[in-house]
């Protein structure tokens, strides 16, 4: 059975930064793709950034390049998302998912898809 469960989110004031984290079990999870996806209330669950089997290529939206690093581990079976320089419009629900390539990314749905149960990422203004 695949688990995927993310943790650190929390209450942040803009201009914080905060690390979330993955951890996957019940899968191969150096041949997965991993990415992050956020989901703010009344809104379409959205993309965030990817990072592929080796970490070798990563990918992000617009919105976050530059201030959110995608990274992994797979000694430990663990995906991070640095998030630096938050705002407000950064507030959601944040979802781990697992894919079998990056080249799946940024499709909101995937046939291969795993999701996590989500973390809660709240930016004070």
């Known amino acids: 059975q695949v688990q995927l469960v993310e943790s650190g989110g929390g209450l942040v004031q803009a201009g914080g930064s905060l690390r979330l984290s993955c951890a996957a079990s019940?899968?191969?999870?150096?041949?997965?793709?991993m990415g992050w996806f956020r989901q703010a209330p009344g809104k379409e669950r959205e993309f965030v950034a990817a990072?592929?089997?080796?970490?070798?290529?990563?990918y992000y939206q617009d919105s976050v390049a530059g201030r959110f690093t995608i990274s992994r581990d797979n000694a430990k079976n663990t995906v991070y998302l640095q998030m630096n320089s938050l705002k407000p419009e950064d507030t959601a629900v944040y979802y781990c998912?697992?894919?079998?390539?990056?080249?799946?990314?940024?499709?909101?749905?995937?046939?291969?898809?795993?999701w996590g149960q989500g973390t809660q990422v709240t930016v004070s203004s």
């Open positions: 998912n697992a894919r079998q390539t990056i080249n799946d990314y940024p499709r909101s749905r995937s046939l291969s898809d795993y």
């Open positions: 990072i592929s089997w080796r970490g070798v290529s990563t």
């Open positions: 019940g899968l191969t999870f150096s041949r997965h793709a």
